[in-house]
């Protein structure tokens, strides 16, 4: 009760005035106040990465990407806000259900996801897509990620899917090395390693939250009966291509793991895969 509670005290409405001939403009103009307020930033940049009607009359909703300057350091981030041409809203709740129209915010992914070498099963020119952000220690990525990889599997010719690195470094510590490693066998030609690491039963090694680099890779070698080293989990391109993974993560808004998309958008539910590709 206590969290409903602080999750309505949050709701902030503004009312302005947007009805000039570009509202988007105004709902620009008006993130930029509002974050300038703040002397400690310097906004560098504001634009309006995604717009999605809402399923209520004359309402949208807003994703705001925002660039700005704090403390010497450039740092991007999101923002999310609802307008109806009127009023302009930080949050928007369901009267009946009390959901927030927060979740139906998800940017949809542009051409650049499907890039070939994030592809690991079925038919890259396949019309039906998916897209997996995930964590290879998360227990619920281990239970969804094989599945949604044998379903792919069994329908190849008509689906295509892709798989990016999203390690919960906060929780999952090791998870981080572990993508290393995945990364570095794929370079290396080791086949199906995505599935093979997620069906793999690690906890005889090391737990999710180990922190001592040695202990993951000595279970990795062990496992794939490999020979890599510290020195190689060091390699630089390793970190940039994780860096890259969960940057683009992060473009989308993906905030937790197993996230999938859909043919571009997030599906929450996690099942509309199964109905494609029969």
């Known amino acids: 009760m206590i969290n409903f509670l602080k999750a309505i005290l949050v709701v902030t409405i503004f009312s302005v005035s947007l009805n000039a001939d570009s509202i988007d403009t105004k ?6 106040n509002r974050f300038s307020k703040n002397k400690r930033i310097e906004i560098q940049k504001v634009s309006i990465s995604t717009k999605k009607d809402l399923p209520i009359k004359s309402w949208s909703g807003y994703i ?33 259900t009390g959901k927030s129209y927060k979740e139906l915010m998800t ?18 020119n396949a019309k039906d897509k998916l897209v997996i952000f995930s964590d290879p220690l998360c227990p619920f990525c281990i239970d ?7 379903y792919v599997q069994k329908h190849e010719k008509n689906l295509a899917l892709y798989y990016y690195h999203f390690p919960l ?12 490693l995945m990364i570095l066998a794929k370079h290396k030609g080791i086949k199906d390693i995505e599935q093979k690491v997620y069906t793999m039963d690690w906890d005889k090694y090391f737990s999710s939250k180990e922190t001592d680099v040695k202990k993951v890779l000595d279970g990795f070698n062990k496992e794939f009966k490999t020979s890599f ?11 940039k291509e994780l860096i890259y993974d969960i940057n683009m993560g992060e473009e989308v ?26």
């Open 27 to 32: 709902i620009i103009e008006f993130e930029k």
């Open 64 to 96: 705001i990407d925002i660039e700005a300057l704090m403390a010497n350091r450039v740092v991007k981030a999101k923002d999310i806000v609802f307008s109806d041409g009127e009023i302009i809203s930080s949050e928007l709740f369901d009267l009946e």
């Open 107 to 124: 940017p949809t992914l542009t051409s650049n996801y499907y890039d070939k070498t994030k592809f690991i099963a079925g038919n890259i």
């Open 144 to 150: 969804f990620v094989p599945d949604v990889i044998k």
């Open 169 to 180: 470094t906060r929780i999952h510590p090791a998870a981080v090395p572990l993508s290393k």
């Open 229 to 239: 080293s510290l020195k190689d989990l060091e390699d630089d391109k390793l970190e």
């Open 253 to 278: 808004m993906v905030d937790g793991t197993p996230t999938i998309f859909v043919n571009g958008e997030q599906d929450k539910t996690k099942l509309k895969y199964e109905q494609l590709g029969k």
